[in-house]
């Protein structure tokens, strides 16, 4: 029996019983064939692949590193965001009030002494180490397949 038989008398059954879209997404993943797949059935100007060397470290198209990277920017806005809630910042050193002759209160306010304070919360919060980043970038490609 030649492989076009074989290919041919395996189609046949699927049809036989009724194999629906998710249970085919099932074998092919079972099969090992998934990349293989949406390699040959997405346009390769669609295909974005992360190299390092000569080694595909990931392949993405165009929409899944669109979703990607938003998923990224999105978890980075909450880490700052939680970081600077929870920073304390002592807003004391930053404000100056001075009475005037005049009985006028001046304000003045060091608003570069913000910035560099709620810079240094959100890189505290925020861990840009290999592994760290890395651990990350595995945990939203996980979390993207599950959906």
């Known amino acids: 029996m030649t492989n076009?038989?074989?290919?041919?008398?395996?189609i046949k059954l699927l049809f036989e019983v009724g194999v629906d879209g998710e249970t085919m997404e099932y074998i092919i993943d079972k099969l090992g064939m998934r990349d293989q797949m949406i390699k040959q059935?997405?346009?390769?100007?669609?295909?974005?692949?992360?190299?390092?060397?000569?080694?595909?470290?990931?392949?993405?198209?165009?929409?899944?590193?669109?979703e990607y990277t938003r998923e990224i920017q999105e978890r980075c806005k909450l880490a700052a965001t939680e970081a600077v809630k929870n920073a304390g910042?002592?807003?004391?050193?930053?404000?100056?009030?001075?009475?005037?002759y005049d009985k006028q209160i001046s304000v003045e306010f060091d608003e570069d002494s913000l910035y560099r304070e709620?810079?240094?919360?959100?890189?505290?919060?925020v861990e840009t180490d290999d592994d760290s980043v890395f651990?990350?970038?595995?945990?939203?490609?996980?979390?993207?397949?599950?959906r």
């Open 135 to 146: 651990d990350e970038a595995t945990n939203v490609i996980t979390f993207m397949s599950k």
């Open 41 to 66: 059935l997405t346009p390769q100007d669609d295909i974005v692949e992360l190299e390092r060397g000569e080694e595909v470290m990931a392949s993405f198209t165009r929409q899944q590193l669109i």
């Open 89 to 100: 910042i002592d807003f004391d050193d930053m404000v100056e009030l001075e009475l005037d």
């Open 4 to 10: 076009q038989n074989i290919a041919d008398s395996i």
């Open 118 to 125: 709620i810079e240094c919360v959100i890189d505290d919060a």
